[in-house]
């Protein structure tokens, strides 16, 4: 049997805090905060009604937004996570022990928005006023490579 998020959760206590939030696979979900961390949510109870902080991960330097799921891969079995933040960094974390796996650079303003492909590409991007960056990352082989496609 599969648990299922509620469709509301409270976490009013992260009012102001919480910049972006992606689901994790089943029952977690993480979260990108002002305070530089991203946050690993795991529900607390059969219900799927309480959730407690599991990890918390540090290495950005300053707000992080966005984050996603990189399910669970050769590379990866138990999973990653991704971030993006005010600092330009895209961090790629192991989802079993919160290490930083890639501390991926090329970015010139923030990171706005991040999402994962199927294989476990990453995409991230960042806006200026005049042009969008986007760049491809492909994990493979314990390495992260750029591609800068437009």
């Not at 971030?83 to 970015?107: A, C, K, P, Q």
């Not at 999402?115 to 390495?143: C, P, R, W």
Request: charge should be negative; hydrophobic fraction near 40%; include cysteine.
């Amino acid at each position: 049997m599969h648990a299922h998020l509620p469709y509301h959760l409270d976490i009013s206590f992260l009012a102001g805090q919480v910049r972006g939030i992606g689901l994790c696979g089943e029952n977690r979900f993480a979260t990108g905060s002002r305070d530089k961390t991203v946050r690993l949510w795991a529900c607390n109870d059969t219900e799927g009604h309480g959730y407690n902080v599991e990890r918390t991960m540090v290495g950005h330097t300053s707000f992080v937004g966005p984050v996603a799921w990189i399910s669970p891969n050769d590379e990866l079995p138990k999973g990653g996570i991704v971030s993006g933040g005010m600092d330009t960094l895209v961090i790629v974390w192991d989802g079993e022990n919160g290490n930083i796996l890639y501390m991926l650079r090329g970015h010139e303003l923030q990171v706005t928005s991040i999402s994962v492909d199927e294989k476990g590409d990453i995409l991230s991007a960042s806006i200026d006023k005049y042009k969008l960056m986007i760049y491809f990352i492909k994990m493979h082989l314990n390495q992260a490579v750029f591609f800068n496609n437009f």
